[in-house]
């Protein structure tokens, strides 16, 4: 069964940092990662999706890194800015189900 | 062009009774999947159907179904409710390419069982 870990669960930044967002996996055998942004109540936001077969991919100031081999993503937001507070959300396909992690909350402060 | 769709945002339920939710995906996409986020649980993959039947279901009880119309719109239903069953549920479709699954999620429907 797949298993995936978000670290930390929790972060907070004064604004302009750049940070690191981890994601683990223990299946290797994954179709794809999609990142995820989600607001508070509301539904979820698809920032980037890495095929199995990418190493990264970016848009704007993210920029998302897979690590198949080792069961490992990394979401880096570049210059963090108040709106970019919200939780973040990493989830693996098996090629039907997602299967997400916990998330992180991020809150960038001004 | 129409991102996921679903209705209605809220509704509030008595326990035992049934829960119906609709979800309307994105023009051209086949695939539907229902998922749900309750409170400290994270979100859970419940169904996924595709051209109007059922293809796989999560680690839920009987209780919770669904189908799919030909027009790849698709209903949940949720009988017998029980207070745990208060949650966010999200909608997403896609299409089946091989290689290409990426989810596009709607606002979600927050079903309150009191």
């Known amino acids: 069964k797949q298993e995936v870990t978000q670290i930390p669960a929790a972060l907070s930044v004064p604004e302009g940092e750049n940070l690191v967002l981890n994601c683990s996996f223990t299946?290797?055998?994954?179709?794809?990662l999609q990142w995820f942004r989600q607001d508070p109540g509301k539904g979820l936001t698809s920032l980037l999706l890495?095929?199995?077969?990418?190493r990264e991919q970016t848009s704007g100031r993210l920029n998302a890194s897979l690590d198949k081999s080792s069961g490992r993503s990394t979401l880096y937001i570049a210059a963090s800015q108040p709106g970019d507070s919200a939780t973040y959300l990493c989830?693996?396909?098996?090629?039907?189900?997602?299967?997400f992690g916990k998330g992180t909350s991020l809150l960038v402060t001004p | 062009e129409a991102g996921v769709t679903q209705s209605p945002t809220h509704l509030i339920k008595t326990r035992g009774q049934q829960a119906t939710l609709r979800c309307s995906p994105i023009?051209?996409?086949?695939?539907v999947y229902w998922y749900q986020q309750a409170l400290g649980l994270g979100l859970q993959f419940l169904l996924w159907?595709?051209?109007?039947?059922?293809?796989n279901r999560g680690n839920f009880p009987p209780r919770f179904s669904g189908r799919q119309f030909p027009n790849y719109s698709s209903e949940l239903n949720v009988n017998a409710l029980e207070l745990e069953d208060s949650a966010l549920y999200l909608c997403?479709?896609?299409?089946?390419?091989?290689?290409?699954?990426?989810?596009?999620f709607g606002p979600g429907t927050r079903l309150t069982v009191t």
């Open positions: 159907y595709d051209e109007g039947e059922e293809r």
């Open positions: 997403a479709s896609s299409l089946q390419v091989q290689g290409n699954y990426e989810q596009y």
């Open positions: 023009s051209g996409h086949t695939s």
């Open positions: 890495i095929q199995s077969s990418q």
């Open positions: 989830a693996v396909s098996s090629g039907y189900a997602l299967n």
């Open positions: 299946d290797s055998a994954i179709y794809n």
